[in-house]
Each structure stands twice: as structure tokens, then as C-alpha cells.
């Protein structure tokens, strides 16, 4: 009997893997997908907030001296391609090891910005433009073109934000997360962060130092940007990617 019913779990097994991404019809019908990397590496002399320290990486094994390498790495939290808990902000509030995981994922859909201006506001039109794939969105991702200036002082320039009426979009529609490819969703200069507060109230996790968001199209696709899991997580290192169906 012992035989007989482990014999059948593994049938079971067997025939439910042989239906996984076919919609359980048995065909191989498995849709392309392409790929969209949207995190900067981390290397040390990398761009961090100003007064932020930067990343260190030390070597304390190697394949030489102890048969196997190991790295020491030392940063903040909020340095590189990362995401912002509510905490980060507000005392009291939720830190991303308190979100289920499936408040990472998500469908998105890029607003392209690249045509303003140093200084310039993102305003409803942007949204409107494309409102309906817009509405449909879980993550909002604004694409400025930042990115091509990493590495260099302008990137800490006055890159445009969101007005009040798009961040109080996001927030009615019910938003998991918003992202920038720059390094703030406030002015680097500002002390009220009202965009960070705005957001974070309503539990809308932000994700900054993102790039290559000018790859991602001009429709909807799914946003892994899974955050470092550790305890009391105001923030936390993110590998963001975008899957897009072919």
C-alpha cells in the first residue's frame, strides 16, 4: 500500500508539472518573454544621497589563502537602485519586511517624462495621455532619462517631480509602488519631503536609482522589484527587472 501511494504522488506530481505555464492544457505554449534589467550595479565610488556613506566591498577569503572567496559589504540601506519603506519616513509605520511579497510585484507601466526640463513638474497630462493603462497599473514608473547621467555631478541636478495632483492620483488608484529613475522623488535640497510623505502615508512603496525604463515600451508588463529581506527594513537594496511579453 506504502508503494502503491507513493507511486501515485509521484504521477500526480509528474502530471501537474507537465501542465505549468500552459494554462494546464498539456501544449507548450509558453509565451517570449524579454527580459528588462532596471538596477544599477553596486561598486564602490558609485553616486549615494549627498552625506550618504558609499559602498564598500572587502575581500576576506580568497581562493589562494582559504579555498574559497567571501566578500565583507558595508552600505546604507538607501544606497543604489533601492526602495523606500513608509518608515523610512514616518515613525510608526510599516517597514517593507512587514509587506506579504506579493506587494513587489506587479503590473506597470512607464510614463515617459524624457521631455522636460531641469526643474520642470510632472503634471496629470502626463498621466492622461494614456490614462487607461495608466488606471490599470499597479506600479507607476516615471522614465525621465535620468539614468544617462549616472556617474556624474548632473545627476544630482534639478530633475523634474510630480505635482500635488499626480501624487494624489496615485494615490486614489490605489497604487502598490512608484518609481524614478533619479535619486529623490522630492528636490535633493528639500527638508519637508512632501512627495515621500504624501506616498508613504497612503503605504505606496517608492523605488529610486532605477534605469533603462526607456526599454520597457509603451505597454503594461510585470515588475519584480524584490527589496533585501532584513529585519526592520526602512529600506532596503532592490533588484528591479521588467518581464515583457513578446
Request: proline share 4%.
Amino acid at each position: 500500500m506504502k508503494k502503491i501511494s507513493i507511486l501515485l504522488a509521484a504521477f500526480l506530481i509528474t502530471t501537474a508539472l507537465s501542465g505549468c505555464g500552459s494554462g494546464g492544457s498539456g501544449e507548450n505554449e509558453e509565451k517570449e518573454m524579454k527580459i528588462i534589467d532596471l538596477t544599477h550595479m553596486m561598486t564602490e565610488g558609485m553616486p549615494v544621497f549627498p552625506g550618504d556613506d558609499e559602498p564598500t566591498f572587502q575581500k576576506v577569503t580568497t581562493h589562494e589563502e582559504d579555498g574559497y572567496m567571501m566578500t565583507h559589504i558595508s552600505t546604507w540601506s538607501h544606497v543604489g537602485t533601492h526602495m523606500d519603506s513608509p518608515a523610512h519616513i514616518i515613525a510608526g509605520t510599516k517597514t517593507l519586511d512587514e509587506f506579504p511579497i506579493e506587494k513587489f510585484i506587479g503590473r506597470a507601466y512607464v510614463i515617459d517624462c524624457t521631455d522636460l526640463e531641469e526643474g520642470q513638474e510632472i503634471t496629470i497630462d502626463y498621466i492622461d495621455r494614456n490614462r487607461d493603462k495608466a488606471d490599470k497599473a499597479e506600479f507607476i514608473l516615471f522614465c525621465l532619462g535620468w539614468d544617462k547621467y549616472w556617474g556624474t555631478d548632473q545627476y544630482y541636478g534639478e530633475f523634474p517631480i510630480i505635482d500635488d495632483e499626480v501624487a494624489q492620483y496615485l494615490i486614489e488608484s490605489g497604487k502598490k509602488g512608484v518609481g524614478y529613475d533619479v535619486i529623490s522623488p522630492d528636490p535633493i535640497e528639500s527638508e519637508e519631503l512632501e512627495v515621500h510623505n504624501a506616498l508613504l502615508e497612503h503605504e505606496i512603496v517608492i523605488l529610486e536609482n532605477l534605469k533603462n525604463l526607456n526599454l520597457c515600451g509603451s505597454d503594461l508588463f510585470t515588475l519584480y522589484a524584490l527589496p533585501l529581506y532584513y529585519e526592520n527594513s526602512d529600506g532596503a537594496q532592490t533588484r528591479a527587472i521588467a518581464v515583457l511579453e513578446k
